[in-house]
Nanobody, 121 residues
């Protein structure tokens, strides 16, 4: 089994910063892409940022220049540094990873349970 555990969410004022972390654990053979998605109330889940195992990144237009995704392959962990936060960034942020296990080498999609980020004064 695989677990993705997110941390780092919370309440922050507009213009502030937060750093999200997501650690994958289990009988992991390999992790391909990792990413962050978010879902605001009444809206569909959307991609925020993603990073490949080689370090290539892509971002939603709405967060470019403000958010930075990174990963530590040795720790099976992905991070999202969020700066200059806006009220419209308020959402539940979900970690996603494309993982293959020792028991089954096919890559499968895994999700964390989400962490709430609230940007408000």
């Amino acid at each position: 089994q695989v677990q993705l555990v997110e941390s780092g969410g919370g309440l922050v004022q507009p213009g502030g910063s937060l750093r999200l972390s997501c650690a994958a654990s289990g009988s992991i053979f390999s992790i391909n892409a990792m990413g962050w998605y978010r879902q605001a109330p009444g809206k569909q889940r959307e991609l925020v940022a993603a990073i490949t195992s080689g370090g290539s990144t892509n971002y939603a237009d709405s967060v470019k220049g403000r958010f930075t995704i990174s990963r530590d392959n040795a720790k099976n962990t992905v991070y999202l540094q969020m700066n200059s936060l806006k009220p419209e960034d308020t959402a539940v942020y979900y970690c996603n990873a494309d993982i293959s296990l020792y028991s089954d080498l096919r890559y499968r999609d895994y999700w964390g349970e989400g962490t709430l980020v609230t940007v408000s004064s």
